[in-house]
């Protein structure tokens, strides 16, 4: 079945540092990748997404590049802000059909410190 | 719009008591999710909808849980009786067309304690 392993945390940085949390997966076919961000009190939501190989998401100077060869998604961002601590995660939608379900990782809480 | 909504944000209650909790999906949206969220085991698909109708509950814990959606603005997640280990966050989350497909859009949760 599908499934996706993002790295451990917690990650704790100081601001300007650059982030990055892995991600990998495992799926049958061509699944669409996401990452999602969950602040303090909040719900889920959508940071960026992918749907095909070699794509590049990017939002609020997050990226992430879905590469086939690796299984992978890494979320990176150059220099980091207070305002992003957050708990961040990666998953996976099932390609074609009507499945609309998604996988999720098992978040990635980041702290930023001033 | 104004986005998936849930109801309570905040519901404390004594173990053996039924519990409701409540989503309104974004409109137009036709497929709707339940989760549960805990620190020991993340993020659970609980169950999900499609024009209504239940897809897969496999995730629903045990009978104690049950989920309806009567209508397509609408869909409760009841327990009962509640225990002390189905205090979690719940969400509610929505999504829709073809071209946003996977797209998942959360509420802001119920945070239920059961003493």
């Known amino acids: 079945g599908n499934s996706v392993t993002q790295m451990e945390g917690p990650v704790t940085l100081s601001e300007e540092a650059f982030l990055t949390i892995n991600c990998t997966y495992t799926?049958?076919?061509?699944?669409?990748l996401f990452w999602y961000v969950q602040y303090p009190g909040e719900g889920l939501q959508l940071l960026l997404k992918?749907?095909?190989?070699?794509d590049k998401g990017s939002n609020k100077g997050f990226e992430a590049t879905y590469r086939k060869e690796t299984t992978s998604f890494h979320l990176e961002k150059g220099s980091v802000q207070v305002s992003d601590s957050a708990v961040y995660f990666c998953?996976?939608?099932?390609?074609?059909?009507?499945?609309?379900?998604?996988?999720f990782g098992k978040g990635t809480l980041l702290t930023v410190n001033p | 719009d104004a986005g998936v909504i849930q109801s309570p944000r905040h519901e404390v209650t004594e173990m053996g008591q039924e519990v409701t909790l409540r989503c309104k999906p974004i409109?137009?949206?036709?497929?709707l999710f339940w989760y549960r969220q805990t620190m020991m085991r993340g993020l659970e698909l609980l169950i999900y909808?499609?024009?209504?109708?239940?897809?897969?509950d496999s995730g629903m814990p045990e009978d104690r849980f049950s989920a309806k959606m009567p209508n397509a603005s609408f869909s409760t997640l009841k327990i009962q009786p509640s225990e002390p280990r189905d205090s979690a966050v719940y969400f509610c989350?929505?999504?829709?067309?073809?071209?946003?497909?996977?797209?998942?859009?959360f509420g802001a949760g119920t945070r239920l304690s059961v003493l």
């Open positions: 409109s137009g949206h036709d497929y």
């Open positions: 799926a049958t076919g061509y699944p669409s």
């Open positions: 998953a996976l939608g099932a390609s074609g059909g009507s499945n609309y379900k998604l996988t």
């Open positions: 992918a749907t095909k190989a070699d």
């Open positions: 909808f499609n024009n209504n109708v239940p897809i897969d």
């Open positions: 989350a929505s999504s829709g067309t073809v071209l946003a497909k996977n797209i998942q859009y």
